[in-house]
């Protein structure tokens, strides 16, 4: 927790006037909703660009990074404040090590959010990685488990390396909804939404960003307002260009206010923030779980379990063969 | 009006009299008796307690306790009392004939000096004309043996014997000599017949007053004998209507009427039909049952009269160690209701009952000699009387057993300084007040030099027969304070994963509960426990979580908590219950029927964390036999399946040593114990097929455990953190060699198989 300390966003004044036209634009609407900060968690597995991410957005080289460095050991908090908006952002080593989850990662993570509430998960993956493997599934199955269902409400998933040109003769809209729609269905199986739940999602949004369901709780009506977004960034200094000098993607888009203005948009669902709590880290107590019927089950158990067993003993001694000087 | 009293032979014995009445009631049939008195021949059925020491702790699993029960079944010794045929003295010196060979000479003619030996015994049937093979009855009953030597008065003994045995109308004896100085004996014959008879009746004399034949006065006129009969006839029939009828079955009944529809009643017949008696008697079990007269001859039925041996007293009686009579510790009712109901007052004996007898007094475990000791009652003649001879063991009893053990020092090479004395050190005090209340403690540590590393103590009271000696409901109370120390198998790596650091579960506390026996298997126990259940990893330290192997092969203590509290300390009070229903049978030594167990642990909310909690198992299997076969010692057991299916689930507080774990050779073998995962619910089943092979059996199985998705339900998810499935399955095959199984065993998860040798049965 060393940079808490809340500093002037400076590195602001870095980015194209346009970009920071659209951030401070974005920043203004965030507080007509009277929210003054921002607390955004960037998870993923490692070596995938988080940090560089997180440095990207904040404009400054605030977290180490490097191409061959290992990962930053414990998760960071870089604070930045500009005209009373607070923006928190919280950069946190790759969860994945020798093919595993590593679960005291998870749990020092876990312990540096203690009572910290979570506006926005950024999911970080690479684009450019082709496969979906079962390591994807189980960092989000971690995510879940840490942080609950209600989570997968408040994430963006964001493709780092989006400057690539596809292979094939993909182009790269195809190859980015590709790339999503596999990564999502991890997210959706991993966050263990239900099959009707998506299928009927599906149904509802033609367009790639699935919807996502979690668990149960969610009520129907209420999963219209679920949906993952997807965020694009391109960390790279040999970014494209646009006439704005904004960093663009090959399909055009500049990046950095995009995804800014998806966060935003995360933000300001009307859900609140997740508060992550002991209760949360410890998940729900399975101790407590239908304890209150206990009287009901021992009811059950001596009327239906006990007393049939009593009289099969009863009609045993009836029945015993007795022998035939008895 | 034949009376026929009792000689010592084995059977009947004709008076004179019957033969000097028979011309005169030839014309006047009468209904005649022919008394046979036997000395009973009961049996006595004794019990050596094999272990004059039970406090000595039985490491073997329960499961032995059947073999060594049957063991003691050894000890039975049936002593038959000698048999009344004593052999004549049988002197090598004889003398020679000293007549002419090749001569019949009578039995008066011989020498009253000589010894004469007998070079052979014909039996000469006057009636046929033909000689009796040495197969017959009548064999039997002659004391001579060919090759004996006799004098003439030993000879002429002999000829009274038979001629007084009611058997033969006449009876003669003549000698034949050899040239080479023997003798050869001819036994000729006229067998005493009745009348021919169609019916046949069987009744139980037992503790009536004999018949006794009253010899006909030579001097009585006509008439008198004639009134005389009468008389005897109406004292017969009255004797008839007031006898009990016997137990003998109408198989056995129609079997001996087809033996009277041979013709004429004979003395031979009579034999037959005694012998066919007995023999079912005897068959059943009823060992002093005798036929000791046969009525009503001469008319058409024939009255079989049998001494049953009805029970008249049951003593019990205690032997000092010098098997004198002595006033015992024990209240006779303790022994007396272990009595089955056969053998009490009133009943007629039956070796079985006795047997049943000795081994519910030998499962008191308070005798080191059972003898149960049928006699027969010399005030109520044809009663029995049950003598229970009981040799009590010693009240108190103490015992140190030591043990060395060696453990390996530094660089895993045993030093004299690692060699650890351990043993235990146990007392009982049995029988106490006479009613087999009994208290029993033994502590027990593996370093007598440090006993504070691990001291088990036990200490227990038994007391039986809570609702008192009389009353035929049996339950027993038992209290105990414990201490125990288990290696925990929530605390186990999945397959591939090394050594998990191990989690030592320690439990201290005070347990009471009564035992309701409904049968010798089934039974149903409730009680309460209390207990402090103390967590401590591999040093004995507290540890409040299980620690686990980072990927960086350091050792993080913050593993899945091991107790409720969080403290490595957990106290609790919970209530439990137990239901075993067990009617399991050997059928020639394999195991058939059917074992159900329920297990109900209930929280209280009593201790450390209010634990509320419903902890549930239910066991069931099944052992179907395949097979009918026969039922008898020596024949092969049938082959037998075995269906099991395990269910354990808890709702509630579940701190970790509680939970349920999966593998393990009571579990699903193949595994290690906890291999598979510990978890909230399981769910185990198993199918066993077993195939008798010579004396024992050869098996195949396959089981599977499954945690149905609850092992995210205990806290820390141990199941995950030790990399484990939460289920699996296991195929394999094995043999019962003696009390070890010696089975090879696939796991699924894996697919590696590995030799297994177990003690015990899974099942």
Known sequence: ?326 | MASFTAGTGQFLTLGPTRRRSNPKTSSHPKPSTTHLATPIRCQQISSQNPNTKPSKPLKVPLKTLGVAAAVSGGFWRKLFSAAANADEEKGNEWDSHGMPADIVVQLNKLSGFKKYKVSEILFLDKVKSILVGSDDSFFEMVSLRANGVYTKAQLQKELETLATSGMFEKVDLEAKTNADGTIGLTVSFTESTWEEADHFRCINVGLMAQSKGVDVEENMTEKEKVDYMRNQERDYRRRMDRARPCMLPSSVHNEILSILGQGNVSARMLQNIRDRVQKWYHDEGYACAQVVNFGNLNTNEVVCEVVEGDITRVVIQFQDKLGNVCEGNTQIGVVKRELPKQLQKGNVFNIEAGKQALRNINSLSLFSNIEVNPRPDEKNEGGIIVEIKLKELEQKSAEVSSEWSIVPGRGGRPTLASIQPGGTVSFEHRNIKGLNRSVLGSVTTSNFLNPQDDLAFKLEYVHPYLDGVSNPRNRTLRTSVFNSRKLSPVFTGGPGIDEVPPIWVDRAGVKTNITENFTRQSKFTYGIVMEEITTRDESSNISSNGQRVLPSGGISADGPPTTLSGTGIDRMVFGQANITRDNTKFVNGAIVGERNVFQLDQGLGIGSKFPFFNRHQLTMTRFIQLKEVEEAAGKPPPPVLVLHGHYGGCVGDLPSYDAFTLGGPYSVRGYNMGEIGAARNILEVAAELRIPVRNTHAYVFVEHGNDLGSSKDVKGNPTEVYRRMGHGSSYGVGAKLGLVRAEYAVDHNSGTGALFFRFGERF
């Open chain 1, 1 to 326: 927790m060393a940079s808490q300390f809340t500093r002037e966003w400076s590195g602001i004044q870095q980015f194209p006037a346009a970009t920071q036209d659209k951030l401070l634009e974005l920043l203004g609407r965030l507080k007509e909703k009277k929210k003054d900060k921002l607390t955004i968690l960037v998870m993923g597995k490692g070596a995938v660009g988080k940090s560089s991410t997180v440095n990207s957005i904040i404009g400054e080289r605030v977290v180490t990074t490097g191409a061959f460095q290992s990962e930053a050991p414990r998760p960071t908090m870089v604070s930045r404040e500009r005209s009373g908006f607070t923006l928190n952002i919280i950069d946190t080593p790759g969860i994945v090590e020798a093919g595993y989850i590593n679960d005291q990662a998870l749990e020092i993570i876990k312990r540096f959010l203690l009572n910290k509430t979570i506006d926005v998960l950024l999911y970080v993956d690479r684009l450019d990685a082709y496969r979906v493997d079962t390591l994807d599934l189980q960092v989000v199955k971690a995510i879940t488990k840490s942080f609950g269902q209600e989570i997968w409400r408040r994430v963006i998933v964001v493709f780092t390396h989006a400057q690539l040109s596809p292979l094939d003769c993909l182009s790269y809209d195809e190859f980015l909804a590709k790339r999503s729609e596999s990564l999502l269905k991890v997210v959706h199986s991993g966050a263990r939404f239900k099959k009707q739940d998506i299928q009927f999602l599906a149904k509802r949004s033609e367009s790639l960003l699935k919807v996502v369901h979690s668990g149960a709780r969610f009520k129907k009506q209420d999963i219209q307002n679920i949906s993952i977004p997807v965020g694009l960034v391109e960390n790279s200094g040999r970014c494209k260009k646009n006439e704005n000098d904004e960093k663009i993607l090959p399909n055009g888009t500049a990046w950095i206010p995009s995804i800014v203005e998806t966060i935003t948009k995360v933000a300001l669902t009307e859900t609140k923030g997740i508060v992550v709590d002991q209760k949360l880290i410890d998940g729900p107590d399975p101790n407590d779980k239908w304890k209150l019927f206990i009287p009901l089950i021992l009811a059950f158990q001596v009327f239906f379990v006990a007393q049939p067993i009593l009289r099969a003993i009863k009609n045993d001694v009836d029945k015993e063969v007795k022998p035939s000087w008895a």
